[in-house]
């Protein structure tokens, strides 16, 4: 029965899996295009996604930011939902600042610099309170090391708030 | 014949206004929800719309910034499409600048401060470069004196962009 048994636990396993994978999964992962440790590639279609706030990182990065979240995300953080259900997608867009050429007191984007991807997994990565990681510049994952000391300090800044910095701005 | 040709008239204008304004328009535009001069309103689901991009504000405003826009504008700004056709709805959501509590080196939204709408409507707003205007607060529209300052500061910097200060965040 060993054979059946181990078949059944697969299946069980991989089907909320791959429900949740549906929501945010974009071409097959691969060493080219997918995450060191968290096996996380970039969500087709997320610079459509809806705003949940943007941000300003500064110096040395000098960045301005915004983080946009799919559906699941988006409800998530309307209902005030916590922890943020399996699917969540979040991705942080940055450039870097730029003073206007055209208004004197505004700053905006100039050169695109990094997509950083968080995904809901609870089961996947446990591991690492639920969430896995992804950190590209120009499309490509950077390296393990980058992404060896994102969960460390999402775990130790933000743990109240299942380990996501950004708010809904209102 | 002159009723008549009137009526011709007005129902000329009133067609190309009523389809530009499906996309857009909100509640009834009435004095206390639409903007002075132009009788711009809140657009309903705005801030379900796609971020064209973020902004930083200097003192004494001292905001953090989104523009986002309908379909319409943003179908325009991936194509660059200069001037934006009539339906084009831009609108600006602002914040103070917090720093964040949980991250040393990042600004965040804090409180919501105004909202600041564009419509494009050539007939309508033809003596405003086609463009119609409103800034809110507490969704109430500001007062005449403010509507006043748009359209010069428009005209004056940003002629060569449909006087339209914010591009597309790649």
Known sequence: MKPLYLLAGAAALLTPLAL????????EATPEN?????GVTIPDGYRKWELIAPALE???LDELRAVVGNQIAVDAY?????PFPDGTVLVKLAWKQKQSPEFASATVPGAATTVQV???DSKK???????????FIDGKPVDKAQHETCWACHEALVK???YVFTRYAP
């Open 20 to 27: 949740a994978t549906a929501t945010w999964a974009t071409s």
């Open 34 to 38: 997918a995450s060191p440790i968290y």
């Open 58 to 60: 500064a110096e040395p």
């Open 78 to 82: 309307r209902a005030g939902t916590l």
């Open 118 to 120: 968080m995904v809901k």
């Open 125 to 135: 990565y446990a591991a690492t309170g639920g969430w896995g990681f992804g950190r």
């Open 160 to 162: 109240d708030h299942d």
